[in-house]
């Protein structure tokens, strides 16, 4: 048994997944925040969130790192940590920080504070000689219409240290690009209350089919557990709709983009990390949309873990305690498995989810999750505005997708407009 620190969390399904993985290894672990009730409002009512089956619960200055390590420092002496981890990219280069303060497992700091900000990946890679996009990274709206001008409409506008697709939008004109710009100015904090570098990064639009890849990288030794595809929709959002695992590619296209993201992996220097790379298949070959050194998030790691039996949830933890994970493949008796977003595209009042009957009991399916009613609903502009799901496996081949579609087709939010 391990004793683990915890640094704050996502509250979505990984606040969840990761109390479950360390249980199910038998750690124990403590749970640091600067916001409890961050987490408190996040859990169904009448539910108790997983977080608090921490051994120890405490609150500290998670934003400023310079004031915590030597809380840290002390907690260590008291407690004695094997490990220390975090599923929130807002506290990824903070973890790393700790881990190398206390002498623990753990990816470079460097390497972290690299992979979790866009623009920084943006520069490695290049010098890297990876494939991406044509890109500028402009510090205000004047420098922005002048990089726009070099790089050519469309082109995408995103901010360099946010998640969960906020704020990015595809550009396809002058006057698109001045509101986008205004959009990330007015925007000076993320959700945890950290301050946002106000960088803008532009880069080329690309066309193709998307893709992830899911590694994890031990001791310098680089696993691919797998590739997964995307649907995105939203426009001019970048909306991730669903997804299934494994990504149905012929092998060249496997092979390329693997390859692609094994070679990011490496340049970013990054290790003792599970990694979820974002690739854009073009007509050019793979290009990298973004490397993200933790486990993925919409429920990719359950697609993983249902189709091979890996638990990347648990694969974290293992990494961050030193060892090494198992991800031996496993037959779950399904060859496919898949996720839909129920996504709205209007604002108003939730007042129920109609065609829900019967969807749990269809054939092949995994997980139902919808909404109450009574909650406010805005157009779906990032990943944040999800209103359910559905997951759904087959057992004969690459056809979760499909019934996952057909099932989703079926059910809508109704709304009362405000």
Known sequence: MAHLLVVESWVGSMSRLLPRALGEGGHHFTFLTRDLHHYLRSAPEGTGHPL???RNVVTAPTNDVDTLLPQVERLHEALQFDGVITSCDYYLPTVARIAALLGLPGPSAEAMEHACRKDATRRVLAAAGIPGPRFAVCADAAEAAVAARDIGYPLVVKPVDLCAGMLVRRIDDAEQLAEACNALAAFPRNARGQRRTPHILLEEFLQGPEVSVETVTCRGVAHVVGVTDKSVGGAPAFVETGHMFPAALDPDDLAA??????RAGAALGLDDVVAHTEIKLTADGPRVVEV???????????????????????????????????????????????????????????????????????????????????RAV????????????????????????????TLLAGVRPLLVRS
């Open 378 to 405: 805005e157009a779906a502009d990032s990943n944040n505005a999800y209103l359910g799901h559905i997951m759904a496996g087959d057992a004969t081949g690459p056809g979760a997708r499909e019934r996952v579609e």
């Open 292 to 374: 993200n050194p933790r486990p993925a998030g919409n429920r990719i790691t359950e697609l993983v873990r249902h189709v091979t039996g890996i638990d990347l949830a648990l694969a974290c933890v293992d990494v961050a305690l030193g060892r090494e994970p198992d991800l031996r493949r496993r037959d779950t008796g399904l060859l496919s498995a898949a996720i839909g977003f129920l996504v709205p595209d209007s604002a108003g009042t939730l007042a129920s989810v109609e065609g829900v009957d019967g969807v749990r009991d269809a054939d092949g399916v995994l997980e139902v999750q919808f909404a109450e009613a009574g």
């Open 257 to 262: 983009a693997t390859g692609t993201a094994l």
């Open 52 to 54: 608090l089956t921490a």
